[in-house]
């Protein structure tokens, strides 16, 4: 199998279970509590007044990673002068300098916004050993960087990967050698020898190495930091992210894997820890976010309504295929084969406080 290390391609069902088969999937009934929590919005007016601060993720809500999707700009305009707090929460692996520069590209203020998280920032001030980060740290990094560990091997975006690492005080070098791995991409492999295997110039060498690399990782019991939890990306096939990397790692491992896999972002704590500091109700706050598994879910987990924008974002295909172009019945058998699939009980089920086709002001 071609990849068969990373879940999202070679077991996509472990990723969401509708990614698979959506119709050999379709629910035979669907339980009534999923139905009626369903709050279907036409526009981020309607609920623009219950709240003070609007978390909002970027790629599927805000842009598609080109450009800004219809009437975004516009609904963070209304949000600013309603005197609203935004603080956008990106899973990117990247620093947050890029984020800055990615919203001034697509034409977005972004001095309109309180914070600009993303993981790839938390995650690097980690590395750095920053102690002014106000958020939880991860013990077994702290243990690592006290005592002068600081070899690290890198599945990178190909981007700045070394910089990255360098600059944070770490140094790349082969996985015989590693106290740490990095999952911040997949799209190079990268030991510190200068030839980072490169998944675009070489496909099948890129999985082949993936793979026995990850093999080495799990006999020695490598720690890992997971830059970008996201699984999947909402483009065209749902290509691979670091997330799944971390998961495949998990397999591998075996029992008590979890305590060596540490993922930086949604839905994790350390985003909304940050975003929620000085916070002391976050019922005054919904995220806003396109994926059930880390906008809807980390939102939930922290107390905050969720605002499920779907026809921009990565379950967009699953929804229409279900519901045979009813939006309702598309949206209500996603959610109820997301809730399925972490088997999720009646008390537990997942349930976003409002679904809308899009982040627009009025649709």
Known sequence: MKFSVLLALAAPSKVFSFMTSAKSMRPTNLHSQTKSTMNYIDGIQSISSTYDIFLLDMWGVMHNGSKPYEGVIETVQKLKEEGKKMII????????????????????????????????????RMLCGDETLQCSSWSTLTSLIREGKKK???????????????????????MEEADLIIARGTFTINNGDGNPV???DDEDGYFQVLNSVLEKAAERKVPMLVTNPDKVRPDEGLPPMPGAIGDTYEE????????????????????????????????RAVMIGDALETDVTGGTSFKTSTAWIVND???????????????????????????????HKEDSRLSPTYISKHFRWII
């Open 313 to 343: 974002g990565i379950h967009s295909p699953f929804v229409q295929e279900l519901g045979d172009g009813c939006f309702k019945t598309g949206t209500s058998k996603v959610i109820e084969n997301f809730n399925d699939e972490k088997g």
């Open 89 to 124: 929460l990106s899973n990117s692996s990247k620093r947050v300098g890029n984020a800055h520069k990615m919203l001034k590209k697509l034409g977005f203020d972004e001095n309109d916004f309180e914070q600009i998280i993303t993981s790839g920032e938390i995650s690097y």
């Open 252 to 283: 591998k491992l075996g029992s008590g894997s979890q305590q060596f896999v540490k993922r930086i972002g949604k839905p994790f704590p350390e985003v909304y820890e940050l975003a929620l500091l000085g916070c002391e109700d976050p019922k």
């Open 198 to 200: 490169s998944k675009k």
């Open 152 to 174: 690290v091997f890198v599945f990178g975006s190909g981007d700045g990967d070394e910089d990255y690492v360098e600059s944070s005080g770490w140094t790349l070098a082969p």
